[in-house]
């Protein structure tokens, strides 16, 4: 064999000069593209098409052409709405990748973009993307028809990758909040007869999304897939009352023309706020997986399945279902169903700043509830709501459970504002103690009607007069009510703290009590440990100390006032201390008297006699006014 040729000195001289002459060729075409003349003519082109489609557009004056067949610009504004104000959104950079196989046939198509360095400012409601999304839709309108590609062209066609990096969005509500870094990557596959678009984000956090969207002759559907996606920071975009620490949520949703099915699922998530309790609360876990129908052309949506499940272990779980139809008057029905469920499950789904304590969790049997709420949709005061609870099984245990030392004597000691106050003898060997059986009967009735009307129909919970209070306000002002087992279980157990964490130990109290305990011995315990003014507990005290009387032989009228100063006793006592009734209170007795007479609680001589009598206190305390109650009596109507 014959040693490879070398090639000659003149020969590696053309070489080096024809590389030379092709690199400067390059400079010059590179420099003469990052010139202010090519600057110019993209901005000519690109400015006009995206204002076209946008509005106004402002574009900076960073320009760029890669060694690689890259263009890039920026930064790109959209302005908002405010002279004053940041753009809505705010591009740092955008560069292009050109194709280059479509280059050399003369063709300038990109095949990726990339957006760099995206600011997104909502503003105070999100009113500045609003207003874009408006002018996206003027400008779409108003643009002027372009011929339409060929189907072989725009099957030819490949539209470009679109790239986002480094993305955040702010908004203005109580203050800026602001959700990012995320990225993404949006493509579109497919045929120009059934395109498919394809995007995956990767979200602050740690998290991901993936969606998947497709047409078909059978019309469009889709798919979005969230994983690690961090639940606290993305359910504060939607500004909740409470602050969210933590959690994971996962999910998936598919949608097509008829229908979606979905599921989602969030763990580890924590509250933190003074008003549902003084400590954080969690970790909370809960999740949801369904199935709902539509029929665009009847106006009809159908809720098939929801199973909603509260835990880790998923132990408490209620079952949904519905449907909305706005073919002529927008209606509604939705009913859920409360699985059987145990007290030990139900401690053990929640954290434990919503469980008082653990002795319920020793109530053996299960109960299980039904709710129903349908009616018109725009006239919220004739929604009609159903519910029942049913406590059979408990009540067969609850017999020696956690809560049967309330069936006979106890002590008890109530809570004041500066701690427990004296010890109290709930029994016979207390002189001021009143048996159920020895209580004037219109006394009962008209605590009753004026507290708890339900009280002998309803499991702990008056559902009717919820919905009264939450649906038809009298005024259009939403209050809270409890019944009597509620207030029961509030001042036998719980502490005087306004949280709704306090509301879910009540809750599980008053099924407690009402499981355990007979009506009657409810009532009698109820009029024995409530406060009736200033250090009065009991019925017994209260009679003497306002009337200077048993008990036992209240009238009426006496009846009737004490009733209506349930709500508050410590303001209300003023009337004791000015030896009178103001105008305005006189009014609420007598509509309380009124209501007895109307139920049949008292006769036609009775009520008109409570109405002529003048209401008097025990004498010797109106000379007993202190400075606070002058006070307080300067308040009162």
């Known amino acids: 064999m014959h040693p490879p040729r070398r090639p000659s000195k003149r020969g590696l001289f053309i070489l080096l000069l024809s590389a030379l002459l092709l690199a400067a060729g390059a400079i010059a075409g590179r420099t003469w593209l990052q010139g202010e003349a090519m600057h110019a003519r993209v901005l000519a082109r690109v400015k006009p098409a995206l204002e076209s489609r946008l509005g106004p557009v402002h574009i900076g004056e960073d320009f760029h052409v890669g060694w690689t067949g890259t263009v890039s610009l920026g930064p790109v504004e959209l302005p908002g709405t405010r002279p004053e104000g940041p753009p809505v959104v705010r591009i740092s950079r955008v560069t292009v990748h050109i194709r280059r196989l479509a280059l050399l046939s003369g063709r300038v198509e990109p095949s990726r973009v990339v957006l760099s360095g995206v600011q997104v400012e909502a503003g105070p409601q999100g009113q500045e993307v609003r207003a874009l999304v408006e002018r996206v839709r003027e400008a779409r309108e108003n643009r002027k028809p372009t011929r339409a590609p060929s189907s072989n062209e725009d099957s030819a066609r490949e539209?470009?990758?679109?790239?986002?990096?480094?993305v955040h969005l702010a908004f203005e509500r109580q203050g800026r909040v602001e959700w990012g870094p995320l990225s993404a990557r949006v493509?579109?596959?497919?045929?120009?007869?059934?395109?498919?678009?394809?995007?995956?984000?990767?979200l602050p956090g740690g998290g991901s999304a993936d969606l998947s969207v497709q047409r078909a002759e059978s019309g469009f559907s889709g798919t979005l897939k969230g994983r690690g996606i961090q639940a606290a920071s993305l359910l504060s975009l939607a500004e909740p009352?409470?602050?969210?620490?933590?959690?994971?949520?996962?999910?998936?949703?598919?949608?097509?023309?008829?229908?979606?099915?979905?599921?989602?699922?969030?763990?580890?998530?924590?509250?933190?706020?003074?008003?549902?309790?003084?400590?954080?609360?969690?970790?909370?876990?809960?999740?949801?997986?369904?199935?709902?129908?539509?029929?665009?052309k009847r106006r009809q949506v159908k809720l098939e399945s929801l199973s909603l499940t509260v835990g880790e272990r998923r132990e408490a779980r209620v079952q949904v279902h519905?449907?909305?139809?706005?073919?002529?008057?927008?209606?509604?029905?939705?009913?859920?169903?409360?699985?059987?469920?145990s007290f030990e499950q139900a401690m053990a789904a929640l954290p434990a700043a919503l469980v008082p304590g653990t002795e319920l969790a020793r109530l053996e049997g299960q109960f299980q509830g039904t709710f129903s709420l349908s009616g018109p949709i725009r006239r919220r005061r004739e929604w009609e709501v159903k519910a029942k609870l049913d406590l059979s099984e408990l009540k067969q245990s609850a017999k020696t459970g956690p809560l049967a030392w309330l069936r006979t004597s106890f002590d008890y000691r109530p809570l004041t504002p500066e701690g427990r106050g004296r010890e109290l003898h709930i029994g016979p060997s207390n002189d001021a103690y009143v048996p159920m059986s020895e209580l004037p009967r219109p006394l009962v009735r008209a605590v009753l009607r004026s507290e708890d009307a339900a009280f002998w129909i309803h499991r702990g919970f008056d559902f009717d007069s919820l919905r009264n209070i939450l649906f038809a306000p009298e005024d259009d002002k939403v209050r809270g009510g409890s019944t009597i087992t509620q207030q029961l279980a509030k001042n036998l157990f719980l502490s005087r703290e306004k949280t709704y964490a306090r509301k879910v130990k009540e809750a599980f109290l008053t099924l407690g009590l009402e499981a355990s305990v007979p009506k009657e011995r409810l009532l009698e315990v109820y009029f024995n440990i409530i406060e009736w003014g200033p250090n009065l507990y009991g019925i017994g005290e209260a009679a003497r100390h306002y009337f200077g009387k048993d008990a036992r032989e209240l009238s009426i009228l006496e009846s009737a006032f004490l009733a209506t100063i349930i709500p508050n006793p410590v303001r209300y006592h003023v009337y004791c201390s000015r030896g009178a009734l103001s105008d305005i209170w006189k009014r609420n007795v007598d509509e309380l008297l009124t209501v007895l007479y109307s139920g049949g609680d008292i006769t036609q001589t009775e009520y008109q006699h409570a109405l002529a009598t003048p209401l008097t206190f025990a004498g010797h305390h109106g000379a007993q006014t202190s400075s606070e109650e002058e006070t307080r009596l300067r308040a009162i109507p």
């Open 159 to 166: 539209l470009p990758e679109l790239v986002l990096k480094d």
């Open 187 to 202: 493509r579109l596959e497919g045929t120009a007869e059934e395109p498919r678009l394809e995007a995956t984000a990767e």
């Open 241 to 296: 009352p409470l602050r969210l620490e933590g959690g994971t949520l996962e999910g998936e949703l598919q949608v097509d023309t008829s229908g979606a099915t979905f599921s989602v699922a969030m763990t580890g998530l924590s509250v933190n706020s003074a008003q549902l309790a003084p400590e954080p609360v969690g970790p909370l876990a809960f999740s949801a997986e369904g199935r709902a129908r539509w029929d665009m």
């Open 322 to 341: 519905g449907e909305a139809t706005w073919s002529k008057e927008p209606h509604f029905s939705l009913q859920a169903e409360l699985q059987p469920l």
